[in-house]
């Protein structure tokens, strides 16, 4: 049994007592000859078709190796992307079973859908320590449906369930929790690891403490960000999410990425930070370019400077010095998405800054940093400071909403 939420000492609970939810792993767990059917989240981050990050492979890969050692028939579930129900062959999960096949150093089979004959095949065919990827759940609507029919096929095709996915345990979905009720459930290796180690580092915060928030996601993370308010003393937004907020604040913000059907959203968050006492930060220069491209020659300017045919790319220097400046006054800081568009330099150099700060303060022992979420994880190590840092997750929104202090789904559907 393990500890899920942690009886987090914010100064505002935003909802009533977090409950701790208790889980079973894989402790004791004969799983010989047993169909076990893995949920782990191989959305990993793909650039120009190519996976560019292997840490959620490597990271699930232990449970894995667990359970086909001790005999068990692996059944892997997991989504790619966002294909909304229908098959997209660009969103196939054939690359991540290669992948996971070199990590493993082993044999990983592939099964063209995750349900019906192709999916009843492969598993049929496995033979005991056998691991086969099944398609993208998602490639079905029932999936992000959570629809029960859809759940009882994919139950029909194991014994056991072990939810190894912790960074997509904040979506009620067929394969992370419609299922959880349909077989004995348990939590994988690394799902024990994230919630054990989230615990420790969080459960009582050393303040102050800042939340960091980047990356394109935006419109998912608006409402994280607005909860997020009660909790933290500090929150800093950039990547293109900031454009949302710089833009609703009446500035221009060229042809960069952005929401305009969220600018009163945006407004709404910054006044009720003000309201909570919580300082916003946001970008007060930006590095732009005509275009994304490497090669592209990057301007500097100011935030009400962007011209109309610019996007906005990076934070600029001015903000840099600003985030540098906090986080020597910060104790805790939990940090997920980038800062600009750090896989195509010079617009790395925001990001890369701001990671190297934060773990020079981690290793000065004045911080103490806790980042989450695929982009987050490929920035740091992009920036060669990902073995400095606290605890690094795999997961990126769950991470912030386990962070909010709210039940996930996928983990509560594994105290059932
Ligand atoms: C993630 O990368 O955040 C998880 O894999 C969940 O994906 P989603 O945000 O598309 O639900
Ligand atoms: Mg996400």
Redesign the pocket.
């Known amino acids: 049994m393990g500890l899920l939420q942690p009886d987090v000492g914010y100064r505002r609970p935003a909802r009533s007592a977090v409950i701790p939810v208790p889980f079973r792993t894989l402790d004791g767990l004969s799983v010989a000859g047993k169909r076990v059917l893995l949920r782990a989240?191989l959305?990993v981050p793909v650039h120009d078709g190519k996976i560019t990050d292997l840490t959620r492979i490597e990271r699930v890969s232990p449970t894995i190796r667990e359970l086909s050692g001790k005999g068990a028939r692996v059944i892997i579930l997991s989504?790619f992307?966002?294909p909304k129900g229908k098959p997209v062959p660009s969103m196939s999960l054939a690359p991540m079973a290669a992948a996971l096949g070199e990590v493993l150093h082993r044999r990983v089979r592939f099964a063209e859908d995750c349900i019906g004959p192709p999916a009843e095949q492969a598993v049929a065919a496995l033979g005991d320590g056998d691991i086969v990827v099944l398609e993208n759940t998602r490639f079905h609507p029932g999936e992000e449906e959570n629809d029960p029919a859809f759940s009882r096929q994919l139950a029909a095709l194991g014994d056991i369930y072990v939810n190894d996915?912790f960074?997509?345990a904040?979506?009620a979905h067929a394969s992370t929790q419609g299922i959880a009720h349909l077989l004995p459930s348990y939590a994988g290796r690394l799902m024990q690891a994230e919630l054990e180690a989230l615990s420790a580092a969080l459960a009582t915060p050393r303040r102050p403490m800042a939340a960091v928030v980047g990356g394109i996601?935006i419109s998912?993370k608006l409402d994280l960000l607005g909860n997020l308010i009660g909790r933290v003393d500090v929150l800093a937004i950039g990547g293109a999410m900031a454009n949302t907020f710089i833009a609703a604040q009446g500035k221009s913000v060229g042809r960069s990425v952005q929401e305009t059907e969220l600018h009163a959203r945006a407004l709404e968050i910054l006044k009720k930070a003000e309201a909570a006492g919580c300082t916003v930060i946001l970008p007060v220069d930006a590095v732009t370019a005509p275009e994304l491209k490497e090669g592209v020659q990057p301007r500097i300017v100011a935030i009400d400077s962007v011209s109309p045919d610019e996007m906005i790319l990076d934070i600029g220097p001015r903000t840099v010095a600003t985030l540098e400046a906090r986080l020597a006054t910060l104790k805790t800081l939990v940090w997920n998405g980038p800062l600009g568009a750090f896989e195509t330099p010079p617009f790395d150099a925001g990001t890369n800054a701001f990671a190297r700060a934060a773990a020079a303060a981690t290793q000065a022992g004045t911080l103490h940093s806790v980042a989450g979420?695929?982009d987050t994880v490929s920035a740091l190590r992009h920036a060669g400071v990902i073995e400095q840092f606290t605890y690094v997750s795999t997961?990126?929104?769950?991470f912030l909403e386990w962070l909010e202090g709210k039940t996930l789904p996928g983990v509560a559907a594994l105290g059932a």
């Open positions: 989240d959305n989504h992307d966002r996915a960074s997509v904040h979506r996601k998912t979420g695929g997961a990126g929104g769950a």
